[in-house]
T-cell receptor, first 118, second 112 residues
């Protein structure tokens, strides 16, 4: 399978607990993105990496959220002290950076991790 | 504020019928516009991509149009199938940035 994979697919946790999600991008892709999607809405950008460098973070990414991509391959997204408002689908996407003139880089999405905070 | 708005919010059609989904955006500068299909519980999958100079792009039964002057796009689905039931999301990329701005999507249900 050469697509983007995410683990786990579903996570149910109690308020206040920490959770960590993993994303494995398409192997040759150097860019990796995290999004959050709530029911009936489009994905909202959280952060992105180029190789191992985290280049941009959204204001949605509070201090309780941290993302890493230590070796420029897989990435983890950790949420500390979860709140009920964190319940959402967390999507990971990856892309291979190309010239903008060629239409920009296509982001390929994983299946997502659905988080439910009780 | 850069925004992408889609209409209708939801749509029900009978199998075999055609439909058109709308997308209006205020993103500037504009780089490109994509339509994604998202099945329930899955990640979005890219259907089409159009840059400023492209007016129409087809992918099988899907045809997307772009009017960069009025900042409007549409996605036309021909001879709908049950498997077309999904959310269709319009996504605009800001010029010079890697950030994508997503619409809320149109939820399409195709009934037999």
């Amino acid at each position: 399978d050469t697509g983007v994979s995410q683990d786990p697919r579903h996570k149910i946790t109690k308020r206040g607990q920490n959770v960590t999600f993993r994303c494995d991008p398409i192997s040759e892709h150097n860019r990796l993105y995290w999004y959050r999607q709530t029911l009936g809405q489009g994905p909202e950008f959280l952060t992105y990496f180029q190789n191992e460098a985290q280049l941009e973070k959204s204001r949605l990414l509070s201090d309780r959220f941290s993302a890493e991509r230590p070796k420029g391959s897989f990435s983890t997204l950790e949420i500390q002290r979860t709140e009920q408002g964190d319940s959402a689908m967390y999507l990971c996407a990856s892309s291979l950076s190309v010239s903008v003139g060629q239409g920009g880089n296509t982001q390929y999405f994983g299946p997502g991790t659905r988080l439910t905070v009780l | 504020k850069n925004q992408v708005e889609q209409s209708p919010q939801s749509l029900i059609i009978l199998e075999g019928k055609n439909c058109t989904l709308q997308c209006n955006y205020t993103v500037s500068p504009f780089s490109n516009l994509r339509w994604y299909k998202q099945d329930t519980g899955r990640g979005p999958v890219s259907l089409t991509i159009m840059t400023f100079s492209e007016n129409t792009k087809s992918n099988g039964r899907y045809t997307a149009t772009l009017d960069a002057d009025t900042k409007q796009s549409s996605l036309h689905i021909t001879a709908s199938q049950l498997s077309d039931s999904a959310s269709y999301i319009c996504v605009v990329r800001e010029g010079g940035y890697n950030k994508l701005i997503f619409g809320a999507g149109t939820r399409l249900a195709v009934h037999p």
